[in-house]
């Protein structure tokens, strides 16, 4: 009927290459003997639908002009200066090469830093189309190669769906939360991105719906993890910039020139209204949150508009103020409500914070804990960001135990026995207290605690800590209250 001929002028006037449009006109034949009301006729209709929307030579044009790069990367993303280089050398080469492969980016780095914005911004300087797929939770190899058309209700996969709603064939994908997929009874969708993100192969990408194959080596995929230990096989096909969390100082220049300009917009609050200090910022980066990236930062921004916002409206109280109105020869008082403006603008200043917000919830004074020997500072790594761990020991008398507490893996109680070991062997060195002949643990028990007992710990990297610990137990001086560190000793 109409509808086929419709299909069939479509076909036409599509930019499909040869193969695909052998498979089209094959399939189109097809549809042209089935009745309508047969449901294989409307799995055929919607097959060919998908091969005339899909963009088999369309793309982008692209203006690669590098000072507008910058300044746009600049003006969105404060600091990752790594990840910014990277990204202009992929325009400078682009420029100087019109037919390059898109590199395979992956940008690794705690919650809340920026991946995925900054990926909109290469899109954006770029001059390409965006579009991001979610892969968080996904453990269906079909949501990246899609259903074979036997099925009902099957569908193409993220990839092909994606390309269709861009409409373009040269788009910026984002792959979003990559680290986030898990194997599950239908295939592992790491396995099927393998095809996806190799430059080798997915020139011709056949996924199982479209079952025809289809060049990505076009589009630039962006790939954003937390953490590269959950995805070896796929981490050989992708280039991985680190990107690392934020600094106080950083954290106060986003909060002043980012997070608080949104944060004043989405709750209707101009500059005239509300004003915070610079010291309550500092304030509220240092003693309110502790994350390697911002989301937690302007949550509390947030709050503090609220509070404001809560301020003001309760300021327009009304008034009644008494006027004169003539009317006729007589004279009435008339009684009118106006509007008392509040005493603007409403300044945050670092008593207001904690008004609003309550006490701080991190103390960032250090210094009294390490104030009595025997406690040192470390770093550790998790996924969230870098974390300070402090490390506690002391002695009572006993016969030569050492007691560890805190949660430990073995590697960690490893550390432990080998930090004392080594300082037993080498006491002459920091002169402590050992007569020849004796042992340094002679009569003496030894305690070595890391607090957050909830929490589980491990690795070598605590080592050069616990000798720290136990040279100050032993001496009876203190550790410099200012110096962290991590490292395995041998």
Known sequence: GDEVGLLEKKIKAAEMPDHARKVAAKELQRLKKMP??????????????????????????????????????????????????????????????????????????????????????????????????????????????????????????????????????NPVFLLDEIDKMTPGIHGDPAAALLEVLDPEQ??????????????????LFIATANTVSTIPALLDRMEVIPVPGYTHEEKEHIARNHLLPKQLKEHGITTDMMQVTNEALKKLVVKYTREAGVRTLERKIGALCRAVAVKVVESEALCPVALQHDQLSNQSAVTVAVARPPSLPIVIDEIAIETILGPPQYDQDMDSRLLQPGVAVGLAWTVAGGEIMFVEASRMEGDGQLVLTGQLGDVMKESAKLA???????????????????????????????????????????????????????????????????????
Not at 438 to 449: F, K, N, S
């Open 36 to 169: 309508p009301h047969m449901p294989e006729h409307a799995m055929t209709r919607n097959y060919l639908e998908l091969l005339i929307d899909l963009p088999w030579s369309h793309c982008s044009s692209e203006v690669v002009d590098l000072a507008k790069s910058r300044s746009d990367l600049d003006a969105d993303h404060y600091g990752m200066e790594k990840l910014k280089k990277r990204v202009l050398e992929y325009l400078a080469v682009r420029k100087l090469k019109s037919s390059l492969k898109g590199p395979i980016l992956c940008f690794v780095g705690p919650p809340g830093v920026g991946k995925t914005s900054v990926g909109r911004s290469i899109a954006r300087s770029l001059g390409r189309e965006f579009y991001r797929i979610s892969l968080g939770g996904v453990s269906d190899q079909a949501d990246i190669r899609g259903h074979r058309r036997t099925y009902i209700g099957s569908m193409p996969g993220r990839i092909i769906q994606g390309l269709r709603t861009v409409g373009v064939k």
């Open 202 to 219: 997915n020139c011709a990408f056949i996924d199982h719906y479209l079952n025809i194959p289809y060049d990505l080596s076009s589009v």
């Open 420 to 490: 004392l070991n080594w300082l037993r062997i080498h006491a002459d060195m920091f002169h402590l207290p050992v007569q020849k002949g004796t042992d340094l643990m002679e009569g003496t028990d030894v305690h070595i605690h890391f607090p957050a007992g909830a929490v589980g710990k491990d690795g070598p990297s605590a080592g050069i800590t616990i000798v720290t610990v136990l040279v100050s137990l032993f001496t009876g001086r203190t550790v410099l209250p200012d110096v962290a560190m991590t490292g395995e000793i041998t």
